[in-house]
């Protein structure tokens, strides 16, 4: 069944559950309703219909036609009676069934001309009608595998809002491409729900998956993806395990490993440099492993690596000529310092140690150096650093989004809703562009992406190679590249 890839704005469907939950009829059935008799609330139908409703708001408008028929021809008159009349032909509308949509609200006016919903039921057929007279376009399904349980739920609604505006803005000028459905399950903050809805994704004719939104929920899913043969994208999930071996899954998110790799690819290819001195915190398993990828990388590519320094203790850092020694700082090109999240007073620690030394390496980073006051103090290290997220704030379409994300919302975009906008955009263009080919062969193969706030370039791999490159130099932060 052809289905119609738009639904009603998140606030949307705020507001029509509230005006739909308040309850009250405006009118009862003229045949079989006392007008003088009240109406009664029936808990088990009001218990049916929350279930619809959830499921239109989720697109998924077969099921919530199915919920509110129930409400409709297995409950006597009751207070949603009339709602599920009116949401039983928007769900059809939105499934495409334009003429079924159009008769059953024709019934529905017929049979409630006092009800309060007649109004919108006339506008909804008027959309029904009018769509029926026009060439049925393609649809391209979006699956959307994301939590809504706990903690996570302010974290889904801010993805969801984000991918929500990409669809939205395709879907509007689209042109003779194919439209796109959202399809949404929640994974319920657990590995088998993760696995299990992204098996239902799949066999609700999925075209591609967005989600889940960590790793140890990703990895349950690509299973299921790979075994499915599904093309699923994580989009923040950074361990190896969720992609690596498997021909279906994408992690949009580069994975840790990865990013010390591209850190020395940059640093050998970009910077010209050749001998490098690395240093992480024995147990900072994220800094561990950036270590590691840049030391398989530089070696790879033929560099030298003299030492590769664990550090103890986090207090180590700011001692680093005791600790490792100050002709060992000297004797290298470059260091590669992937510093613990410790703000400010740890990163000015690791430079004042290393102006004691009086070393002149360059030094590299990760996104933990990003944007700190210390700007004049790491001048003269040019201190190099690589970034996964930076919405730039001076561009026109940075702007523009949050503009309307906050017309949206009320609040300002978060990290969670440019990525949703950004990979749902990239996936969108890819899919729509090439219909007719393997997608994942279609994304080993695109060209690199620049979104608002991400890059994408999975150059041939399934993980994303592609980042955002920092430079402190002449007492402020560049982009370098």
């Known amino acids: 069944m052809v289905t119609h890839p738009t639904a009603p704005h998140p606030i949307l469907h705020r507001l029509l559950a509230l005006l739909l939950i308040a309850g009250g009829l405006g009118g009862a059935h003229v045949q079989a309703q006392d007008l003088r008799a009240p109406v009664p609330r029936i808990e088990a139908a009001e218990e049916v219909f929350a279930e619809g409703l959830e499921a239109f708001e989720a697109g998924d408008y077969g099921l919530a036609f199915r919920r509110f028929q129930i409400v409709i021809d297995q409950y006597p008159l009751n207070r949603k009676t009339t709602a599920a009349w009116l ?9 495409g069934a334009h003429a079924r949509a159009a008769a059953l609200l024709e019934t529905f006016i017929a049979s409630y001309p006092s009800s309060r919903y007649v109004d919108e039921a006339r506008r909804t057929r008027e959309l029904a009608l009018a769509a029926g007279t026009r060439r049925e376009r393609p649809i391209l399904n979006l699956g959307i595998a994301l939590p809504m349980d706990g903690p996570d739920l302010a974290r889904t609604q801010s993805m969801f809002n984000g991918i929500r505006m990409a669809v939205d803005e395709h ?13 949404f399950r929640n994974t319920h903050n657990s590995r088998r729900e993760a696995a299990a809805q992204v098996r239902a994704l799949a066999e609700a004719g999925a075209d591609v998956i967005l ?24 989009p923040l999930a950074t361990d190896e395990s969720v992609s690596a071996g498997r021909r279906y899954v994408f992690q949009s998110n580069p994975t840790i490993t990865m990013r010390g790799r591209l850190m020395a690819r940059f640093a050998i290819r970009g910077l ?23 030391q398989d990388e530089a070696l790879h590519l033929g560099a030298e690596v ?69 700007a004049a103090r ?69 060209p690199a992406y620049e979104g608002l706030s991400i890059r994408i370039h999975f150059n041939g791999e399934n993980v994303n190679q592609a980042l955002f490159y920092h430079r402190y130099r002449d007492g402020r932060l560049q982009l370098l590249r």
Not at 88 to 95: E, H, Q, T
Not at 213 to 230: F, K, R, W
Not at 386 to 399: H, L, S, Y
């Open 171 to 183: 879907n509007r000028t689209a042109g003779d491409q194919p439209l796109i459905r959202m399809i």
């Open 272 to 294: 010209r440099l050749h001998r490098f001195g690395l240093i992480a915190e024995l147990g900072d398993s994220v800094g561990e492993r950036m270590a590691e990828g840049f």
């Open 211 to 234: 989600g889940p939104l960590y790793s140890i929920e990703a990895e349950a899913a690509a299973e299921a993806a790979e075994q499915a043969g599904v093309v699923l994208v994580a």
């Open 378 to 446: 790491a001048s003269p290290f040019q201190l190099t650093y690589t970034n996964d997220f930076f919405p730039d704030p001076a561009n026109p379409e940075v702007q523009r989004f949050e503009e309307r994300y906050r017309e949206l919302t009320g609040t300002s975009p978060d990290r969670l809703a440019y990525t949703g906008y950004d990979v749902a955009r990239y996936l969108i263009a890819h899919r729509t562009e090439r219909p007719d080919r393997p997608f994942d062969e279609v994304l080993r193969e695109a």
């Open 306 to 374: 003299p030492y590769f320094v664990l550090l103890e203790k986090t207090g180590d850092w700011y001692r680093l000529p005791e600790t490792i020694g100050a002709d060992s700082l000297k004797a290298v090109e470059a260091l590669y310092l992937p510093i613990p999240d410790g703000g400010t007073a740890l990163a000015e620690g690791v430079l004042g140690s290393l102006a004691r030394s009086g070393t002149t390496a360059r030094l590299l980073g990760g996104k933990t150096w990003h944007n700190l006051p210390i």
């Open 87 to 95: 949401m039983s032909g928007k769900a059809l509308y939105r499934n």
